[in-house]
Each structure stands twice: as structure tokens, then as C-alpha cells.
């Protein structure tokens, strides 16, 4: 009886969801072809004179000896062109006068009637000409000689050389061989990307507007039985439905004395009645992407010591947001150390001993405050975390504690692990930057947390 009123539910979200995907279909990447021409412009400016930047697509995985993981595009490329296709390189020249436009130049697959077959249609060097905004584009066959002969002409080769993945990896030993001048390209590239343009705040939004529903959707489903991966999965299937390409990352379920792993990502346990879950999970679309995190009764009530820790990350995650919008001069460490030191005063306020200074806390909270949100969850990591915040900027806020089985800790707190994550935009509002909290429509007071799993799906 529980899986056909679970079953019938579905129905009736895929039916809602046929328009929202028509909409997503319609409207592409969400990018103007404009926004991607000035994207590829302000970059050409950053590149050293006489230099060309070499930007790969990612490549296609492998779970097992022909069984490809799922693909998903290098967040570099997708950013300057919105091309979908694997295995295709831009290359875009810097321009020889400040008053020349620079020549971007896609490679890519070739048409392959026979790959084609197996694998889906490409788009060929013609189309992409015509249908992406590139100067030019021709085959990914003619990639090395091109290279070549900008090498010999002494050009220097902008590349993120950090080798942190395979198509990079392939990349770079080509230009090794080739006996290229190699220029770091990765800083530039992450400056452009932390500033968000309208076009992508309105993206981020919806990413995180359909994370908040999975998120619902989850606590809606929680009850004495169900295991961590059904929470995973009905937060996926809600999300798929409203758009998106799936979860963002491997999302974390943990219940009980999980919840004290941060990175919990098993997801095999068993929902026990009296266990507090946390889950962090956040979803991708249109290649931006929310990230969420909340926890909850299993029962839908809290019991005395989870609202007692619930609420005291609760108001440190309040009292961060707020200070995001008073200090034009915060940055993500500052907003860490001052994170730190409204975990102290929490853990006092909790009775844990031995808590005196944001080094002590560092014990119940070990992460970071937050991090740079958007095509990536962790968004331009060689952005330093001492850069002001400012407009167009997006970060989560996501405090937490987490007790050990220790005799530091009170008997009541034991096992008990909270994390609370929202995610924060600076926008302008009548001149003056202000915060948005983009993944407000998912509950987080204990109250609307209660009322809200009051009403069960399952």
C-alpha cells in the first residue's frame, strides 16, 4: 500500500515536471551567446602577450572495461562556449592589439557514422561552427598540428597544468612533446568564474530552489525503516523531475552516530526511531549547482538534545549570514574565525569542557565555515580565501558540531552530529550589495522542520 501512494506520487510530479522540461530544453544553457563571446574576451585580455590559453572538454570514463561513467563537462569549457561534447579542445589566441577581438577555435570529434551509431550523434566541426559562439572550429585530428605551428612561432601556451584530471593530464604531455612554453592558466580563469552575472545568479538559484525540494522531499519520506539510500534516492528523483541533471556530489545520508563522519557518503544504514539524520546534498542544473544541509528527527520530533545542538548551530549559522551583509570587508576566513568563535561560546552554552578559544572548537567543528559556490560545489578553489566578498559572489554557510563517544563530551550530546548549509549570494539591491539566501525555501527552524514531517509521503 506504501509503494503505490509513493508510486502514484511520482506520477503526479512527472506529470508536473513534462512543462519544466520542455522550459530547460528551450532555453539551453540559460547563457546568452553574448555573455559567452565576453566571457572568452575578458579572458584573452588576462593571457599574456603572444600567448594562446588551451582549454580540454573532459573525457569519457570508465567504471569497468566499456562501461563509462556518466558524463559530465570540464566547468572550464562549458564556461567559455557551452559546448556539451567530450573530448574537444578550445583554444582561444590572444589578440595582437588591444583593438582586435581574440580567435577562439573549438576542436572537436569528428563525425563518425560508426561511433555515431553506438555512442549518438555529434556535432561535427560544421555545426559547431554555426551553432557556438567560436571564431571557428575544425577537427580535434588537426589539434596537434595546429599547436605546432603556433609553438614554432614562438607562442606561449596557457594551460591549468595542475594535472587533477585526465584530459589535462593528456593535454599537457602533448604540449611536452611539443616543446611548449607553458603558462599557468588556472588563477585567471577562476577570477572570471567567482563573479557571477545575473544570467548565472538566476541559474544558481533554480539549482538551489530544486535542491531545497529534494531536501523536502527527503524529510517528508523519513520514518522508523527506511534506509539512508532511500532518502538518497526520492531527493534525486525529486530533483531529476524539476530539471536538474541529478545530484551535485555524492550525497551525504547519514543517520544516528554517522552524522559524526563529515563526509558520510555509505548511505546503506537503517533509519532507527529516536536517530537524527544529516544530509548534504544539493543538486546540478544547467551546470550550476546548490548544496544544502540539514538535519532532522527520523520520528519527526526532536528529542531534547538534538534541538539543544540543532539550535545552537542554528544560531551560529545566523549570526554568520548576518554579519555577511553588515561587513563590506568579510571574507571567507574572516567569516571563519568569526564562525569559531560563536562555536566557543555555543559549546560553553552546551556544557562541553575544555572549550576556550577557536583552536579548542576546531575539535566539534574541523571544517571551514563555507566555500565558493557554482559551477563546481567547491568553486574556484585557487581563489584565496581572503578575497572580499562582493557582488555576484556566492558562498554557503554551513556551521556544524559533531561529538564524539569521548569524556569530553556531555553523555546527552554523544553521537550527535548537526551540520546547517545555506547558500548565500552578494547581489545588488538599489546600489548597495546585499546577501541573499538562495536555499531559503527549505525549512531550517525546528518548528517548520516538525510541522513539515508531520505530513509523511511514505
Known amino acids: 500500500k506504501k509503494v503505490m501512494q509513493h508510486l502514484r506520487s511520482l506520477q503526479q510530479v512527472l506529470r508536473r515536471s513534462v512543462s519544466l522540461a520542455s522550459s530547460a530544453v528551450e532555453n539551453g544553457s540559460g547563457i546568452s551567446p553574448g555573455e559567452y563571446v565576453q566571457r572568452q574576451n575578458r579572458l584573452a585580455s588576462a593571457l599574456p602577450p603572444n600567448s594562446l590559453a588551451v582549454i580540454p572538454a573532459a573525457i569519457t570514463q570508465f567504471m569497468t572495461t566499456d562501461i563509462p561513467y556518466r558524463f559530465r563537462q570540464n566547468s572550464d569549457l562549458r564556461y567559455f562556449t557551452g559546448f556539451p561534447e567530450r573530448d574537444a579542445v578550445l583554444v582561444l589566441e590572444s589578440p595582437p592589439t588591444p583593438y582586435t577581438a581574440p580567435h577562439s577555435k573549438l576542436f572537436v570529434l569528428p563525425r563518425d557514422a560508426h561511433k555515431e551509431l553506438w555512442d549518438g550523434p555529434r556535432l561535427g566541426p560544421e555545426s559547431t561552427a554555426s551553432r557556438f559562439p567560436v571564431t571557428s572550429a575544425d577537427s580535434l585530428t588537426h589539434l596537434e598540428e595546429y599547436l605546432r605551428a603556433r609553438i614554432h612561432?614562438?607562442?606561449?601556451?596557457?594551460?591549468?597544468?595542475?594535472?587533477?584530471?585526465?584530459?589535462?593530464?593528456?593535454?599537457?604531455?602533448?604540449?611536452?612533446?611539443?616543446?611548449?612554453?607553458?603558462?599557468?592558466?588556472?588563477?585567471?580563469?577562476?577570477?572570471?568564474?567567482?563573479?557571477?552575472?545575473?544570467?548565472?545568479?538566476?541559474?544558481?538559484?533554480?539549482?538551489?530552489?530544486?535542491?531545497?525540494?529534494?531536501?523536502?522531499?527527503?524529510?517528508?519520506?523519513?520514518?522508523?525503516?527506511?534506509?539512508?539510500?532511500?532518502?538518497?534516492?526520492?531527493?534525486?528523483?525529486?530533483?531529476?523531475?524539476?530539471?536538474?541533471?541529478?545530484?551535485?556530489?555524492?550525497?551525504?545520508?547519514?543517520?544516528?552516530?554517522?552524522?559524526?563522519?563529515?563526509?558520510?557518503?555509505?548511505?546503506?544504514?537503517?533509519?532507527?526511531?529516536?536517530?537524527?539524520?544529516?544530509?548534504?546534498?544539493?543538486?546540478?542544473?544547467?551546470?550550476?549547482?546548490?548544496?544544502?544541509?540539514?538535519?532532522?528527527?527520523?520520528?519527526?520530533?526532536?528529542?531534547?538534545?538534538?534541538?539543544?545542538?540543532?539550535?545552537?548551530?542554528?544560531?551560529?549559522?545566523?549570526?554568520?549570514?548576518?554579519?555577511?551583509?553588515?561587513?563590506?570587508?568579510?571574507?571567507?576566513?574572516?567569516?571563519?574565525?568569526?564562525?569559531?568563535?560563536?562555536?566557543?561560546?555555543?559549546?560553553?552554552?552546551?556544557?562541553?569542557?575544555?572549550?576556550?578559544?577557536?583552536?579548542d572548537a576546531l575539535k566539534f567543528m574541523p571544517h571551514s565555515i563555507g566555500h565558493y559556490l557554482g559551477m563546481d560545489v567547491h568553486d574556484t578553489p585557487s581563489v584565496s580565501p581572503q578575497t572580499p566578498f562582493a557582488e555576484g559572489m556566492v558562498v554557503t554557510v554551513e556551521p556544524g558540531l559533531y561529538f564524539p563517544d569521548n569524556a569530553d563530551v556531555p553523555t546527552r550530546l554523544r553521537g550527535l552530529g548537526v551540520r546547517i548549509e545555506d547558500d548565500v549570494a552578494f547581489v545588488n539591491n538599489g546600489g548597495k550589495v546585499v546577501t541573499s539566501v538562495l536555499t531559503a525555501s527549505c525549512p531550517k527552524e525546528v518548528d517548520e522542520i516538525e510541522a513539515l514531517m508531520a505530513r509523511k509521503q511514505l
Open 153 to 359: 612561432e614562438g607562442r606561449t601556451v596557457c594551460i591549468d597544468n595542475r594535472r587533477h584530471c585526465p584530459a589535462q593530464t593528456r593535454m599537457t604531455t602533448m604540449l611536452v612533446r611539443l616543446g611548449a612554453r607553458m603558462h599557468p592558466l588556472v588563477s585567471s580563469i577562476h577570477a572570471l568564474r567567482l563573479v557571477k552575472s545575473l544570467s548565472e545568479l538566476a541559474i544558481i538559484q533554480k539549482a538551489c530552489e530544486v535542491s531545497a525540494l529534494g531536501m523536502v522531499a527527503a524529510m517528508h519520506s523519513a520514518q522508523d525503516g527506511v534506509r539512508e539510500s532511500d532518502l538518497d534516492a526520492i531527493a534525486e528523483c525529486e530533483m531529476r523531475l524539476q530539471g536538474a541533471y541529478g545530484h551535485a556530489f555524492p550525497p551525504v545520508v547519514a543517520s544516528g552516530k554517522n552524522a559524526c563522519t563529515i563526509h558520510y557518503v555509505t548511505n546503506h544504514n537503517i533509519l532507527r526511531n529516536g536517530d537524527a539524520v544529516l544530509m548534504d546534498m544539493g543538486a546540478e542544473y544547467l551546470g550550476y549547482n546548490g548544496d544544502i544541509s540539514r538535519s532532522f528527527p527520523v520520528n519527526g520530533r526532536f528529542s531534547p538534545a538534538h534541538k539543544e545542538v540543532y539550535e545552537a548551530v542554528l544560531r551560529v549559522q545566523k549570526a554568520c549570514i548576518s554579519v555577511c551583509a553588515a561587513d563590506s570587508s568579510l571574507t571567507l576566513q574572516k567569516l571563519n574565525y568569526f564562525a569559531l568563535q560563536n562555536t566557543v561560546e555555543a559549546l560553553q552554552e552546551l556544557g562541553v569542557r575544555s572549550v576556550y578559544n577557536a583552536q
